[in-house]
């Protein structure tokens, strides 16, 4: 009942009551007053006639002149007007009595001068003019200032002017009507009679009163009418407005009245036919919507949304994969400032921004491109993570490995350069001399072919061109023979060797010559990095499935950042001593137990020394 709709359909209502009743008031007040006058005029004309009928029989003796003046001005109230009779001159005759008691003054020289001309003709005058008083004493002068048009048209009036308008009437205005009195045909005197206004609209007054009234209680009478009709006028607009509030909170299946047969029907048919195409329509975006998120939240990828003030609209599950953090993760920008800082960049900027940066261990990609609309406004970017932390390993290693066997060559290469030049030139006069340089020629020459041999080598395992035939065989002799060769060796570098093996150890399957081969990469290892006096360990174990074979040292141990790449061609422990090898045989080892099927791995403690521990899978009929 509160609605602005309902509000304005009763203001209208009441509002054309309003309007009704003030122009009915307005058009009775312009009218009214006129048509009083006249009526007034109409009514004081009759009873002057009948005075000067009275006069005229009085002067043909028909009535007595003792009769005649209590008959005429005995009270005002008689003739409901105030009565002067008049001669030719002017002079007042007769004149009537207040009711008060008090005689009214003699003829207004004003009005005798306005209608006794017109009177002494034989017409009779009508007039309204404006009064300052009809109730002195017999010597006052009563002063009547015509402002419009006075003379109004009576029975035979030949003075005809417009009607004064309502404020001249209501404010101090008299009526006033003169008629002749004549004796054998000649005009002997006159009987002026008025009344103020004041007095001919009291009945105005009245009707006023009376119609007032009546607005007033048509309008209480058509206020339980005009609410019921409202009321039903705006059920209809209250009930859409409650559909649409519904529809807006997301549920569609609330429908209209749409049974009514007028323009509401309408209106209620054309929000259900909205409510239905909303429906579908926003059923069919859900579904889009579902198999993009589905699609994003798929793809390895990392997704990022921002709006154009910054905040993150959409981030996909692989985002926080990618970064390694949780994904109750709140403040992504306090997380990792790196990141949207691109975001930020690009949103500034307005055009896509394309960078790698490293988040701790991993290499991300980021491309972070704006979104605008059809004017061109920005609305907020998107950026796609990536993880190329292998390619951009597989890079640096491309680059280390271009310089690592770049320095490996030429090593060698300069050294034999330096001494050919010098056997060129003749400088090497003595046979002793040119048989130290041809040594040295030849150990460089060595140093190059086994250079490239461990090169072509590791090649063909990371290729898989390498034969790498499994067969059962006991690791018995292998084993021994291994320590043959390394206890002599030992001897050489003043170290001592360990040999740790069991008596009795089951047979494997895998390949006796690649074993072979990576236990003396390992060997020469640790026994190249352990110093003077120095342990080197062979020692076996049987575990479950395998036999755990580990060469350990006293050496110079790897660090913990270096321990990732122990493995990776070039790589040497002690960068220092670049002489001791080509950094290719852990490479080719590691290479070569990943192809058995094999594990390997290293234990390090930095000046402590190192373990590396490698896998013998027993043979089945031995298991």
Partial sequence: ??????????????????????????????????????????????????????IESTLRGEISTAYLVPLIGRSTSQWEATVWVVDSEGDTLIRTQQSDGRRVGRL???????????????????HIGDQEDLSTTDNTSLRITIRTSDILDGIAVSQNQSDP????????????????????GEVVGAVFMSQP??????????????????????????????????????????????????????????????????EFGELGGALNYLSSELGRTISS???????????????????????????TTLINPAVYALLGLPETTDNLRAAVPDVLRTFDEALERNETIRRTIWQGQIALHISV????????????????????????????????????????????????RALIEPLRDGLIRTEEQRQQTYDIVLRETMRLTRLVSDMLELSRLQ??????????????????????????????????????????LPDVLGNPDRTQQVLIALLDNAFKYSREGGTVTLSARVVQDVIRITVRDTGIGISAEDLPHVFDRFYKADKSHGGKGTGLGLAIAYEIMKQLGEEM???????????????????????
Avoid at 108 to 126: D, E, R
Avoid at 165 to 184: D, K
Avoid at 467 to 477: A, D, H, M, Q, Y
Wanted: include cysteine; glycine fraction near 8%.
């Fill in 1 to 54: 009942m509160k609605g602005g709709f309902f509000k304005k359909t009763l203001l209208l209502v009441y509002g054309t009551v309003a309007l009704f009743a003030m122009l009915i008031a307005a058009i009775y007040t312009a009218i009214s007053p006129g048509l009083f006058a006249n009526n007034k005029i109409d009514d004081l004309i009759p009873k002057g006639q009948i005075i000067a009928g009275y």
């Fill in 108 to 126: 207004p020289t004003s009005l005798a001068n306005a209608m006794l001309p017109t009177v002494l003709t034989g017409q009779i005058a009508t």
């Fill in 165 to 184: 308008t309502t404020e001249e009437v209501l404010h101090g205005s008299v009526v006033a009507v003169a008629v002749p009195i004549t004796f054998f």
């Fill in 197 to 262: 206004m004041t007095e001919v609209m009291s009945g105005m007054q009245a009707l006023s009163n009376t119609i007032l009234f009546s607005v007033l209680l048509i309008a209480l009478l058509m206020l339980p009418v005009v609410l019921y009709f409202a009321s039903r006028i705006s059920r209809p607009v209250r009930q859409m407005r409650a559909v649409a509030l519904t529809m807006a909170g997301g549920d569609l299946s609330v429908r209209a009245d749409d049974r009514r047969g007028d």
């Fill in 285 to 311: 975006l859900e579904l889009e919507r579902n198999r993009l998120q589905s699609l994003i939240n798929g793809v390895s990828e990392g997704v990022i949304a921002l709006d154009a003030q910054g905040n």
């Fill in 369 to 416: 491109s704006p979104l605008t609309r059809a004017d061109g406004q920005l609305t907020g970017c998107v950026g796609i993570l990536s993880d190329v932390t292998s390619a951009e390993r597989l890079e640096q290693t491309r680059r280390d490995y271009v310089a690592n066997v770049s320095h490996e060559l030429r090593t060698p290469l300069t050294a034999m």
């Fill in 463 to 504: 290729s898989g061109k390498a034969s790498l035939t499994k067969s059962v065989f006991s690791p018995g002799p292998v084993l021994a023979i291994i320590r043959e060769t390394y206890s002599a060796y030992a001897e050489d570098y003043q170290q001592t060797f360990v040999y740790d093996i069991p008596d009795a």
């Fill in 601 to 623: 791995k290293v234990e390090s403690v930095l000046g402590e020394g190192s373990a590396f521990t490698f896998t013998l899978h027993i043979a089945p009929c031995h298991a």
